[in-house]
């Protein structure tokens, strides 16, 4: 089935556009959302119309949402995950995991489904797109990170990393300092034996 589009829709096309699709989606979604009408003589007509309104609105709402866009562009978000030894995560962070996250530091209320990823299932460092309008999708850095370590060290009951540097580092100073006291000693001790020895020296010339 032929419809012309009255509106933007992602991953089909714009406004204006003329698309063959299944029956189903047409009669079901595209034409009870106000998004297509059929492709008949009467609908191409208008399809100028259609296209000058669609690039004003366009144009408008992409100004509205550049503020959001150069905000979720400048984000990055962490989270920590359980990692495989390949590098696989036992799970995986969602699409609505991620949207939570960008809502929670922005203080907006975007949806899931605006989120161009499938859910991230390996450790490292992800470029996610979040997309705002048809042409306005930023992207938001996602770094996921393996909570193993820090799993363990709290189980058995181990200091963190940064603390056992520091306790390290510690325990090399008293070392440094115990090594400088006991050379002084030794120094002093024989300095010691030195003076006694002349000394005795010379008594026996007197």
């Known amino acids: 089935m032929k419809v012309l589009l009255i509106k933007d829709v992602y991953n089909l ?6 698309k063959k699709v299944a029956d189903g989606y047409a009669r079901n979604f595209l034409i009870p959302q106000k998004m297509a009408v059929f492709a008949t003589a009467g609908a191409l007509k208008q399809v100028e119309k259609i296209q000058a309104a669609a690039a004003k609105q ?3 709402l992409n100004e509205e949402m550049s ?3 150069e905000q979720i562009a400048a984000l990055e978000l962490s989270f920590k ?3 495989g030894e390949t590098g696989k995560l036992y799970g995986s962070i969602t699409q609505q995991q991620i949207i939570d996250a960008v809502n929670k530091k922005l203080n907006v209320n975007l949806d899931r489904h ?5 859910p991230l299932r390996e450790e490292g ?3 996610v797109r979040v997309r705002l309008t048809f042409d306005l999708i930023p992207e938001v850095k996602v770094l ?8 363990e060290e709290e189980e058995d009951g181990r200091k963190p990393r940064s603390a056992k540097i520091e306790e390290i580092v510690e325990i090399e100073e008293e070392a440094a300092e115990a090594a400088v006291d ?3 000693e030794d120094v002093t001790v024989e300095a010691a034996a030195e003076d006694a020895s002349e000394e005795a020296e010379q008594a026996e010339e007197e």
């Open 58 to 60: 366009r144009e408008l």
């Open 125 to 127: 460092e992800h470029d």
């Open 81 to 83: 995950a359980k990692v």
């Open 182 to 184: 006991e050379a002084v």
């Open 13 to 18: 096309g714009r406004a204006g556009d003329v």
């Open 67 to 69: 503020g959001l866009a």
């Open 144 to 151: 996921v990170e393996s909570d193993v370590e820090v799993a």
């Open 114 to 118: 605006q989120i161009e990823s499938g």
